[in-house]
């Protein structure tokens, strides 16, 4: 057990840092303030509904236990195609943040507000 507690507080000493910083990349190319990045659970918000420009909803998914693992893969996928980015960088995001989170907002990427449309549900089949 002492194995494992070990093992989360490295990864949350690199990884919460990692992303943070790029976050203060990424928000104001965005047209945030930086310092919403270092507000907890607002600095959330202003990823998934200013960055992303995704709905309230998805700010609840992405807090919500189980769900939240698809919710924060397809918010990142949509982070990445806002500045540009492929899938596979949306992935980046998601499973490596402390490390693609610097570079997009560090990096020569340009935040596209843009008018398409953002990932939704699936459409009914009736």
């Known amino acids: 057990m002492d194995d494992l507690l ?3 507080l490295v990864w949350a000493a690199v990884t919460v840092p990692g992303v943070v ?3 203060l990349g990424i928000f104001p190319k965005a047209g945030h303030p930086a310092w919403a990045a270092l507000v907890p659970f607002y600095n959330i918000y202003v990823l998934v509904v200013g960055v992303a420009r995704l709905s309230l909803l998805w700010y609840v998914l992405v807090l919500l236990p ?3 693992i698809i919710a924060a893969i397809l ?3 949509e982070v990445a195609r806002r500045f540009g980015k492929s899938e596979a960088f949306g992935l ?3 499973l490596l ?3 693609f989170y610097p570079m997009l907002g560090f990096g ?3 935040y596209r507000a843009g008018t398409f449309a953002p990932i939704a ?3 009914s089949r009736r």
Do not use: C, D, R, T
Request: no cysteine; hydrophobic share 60%.
């Open 97 to 99: 943040g402390f490390i």
């Open 21 to 23: 910083i790029g976050w």
């Open 75 to 77: 918010v990142n996928l």
């Open 108 to 110: 020569s990427a340009e």
């Open 121 to 123: 549900p699936l459409p």
């Open 66 to 68: 189980v769900v939240q």
């Open 92 to 94: 980046g995001l998601a």
């Open 6 to 8: 070990w093992y989360l």
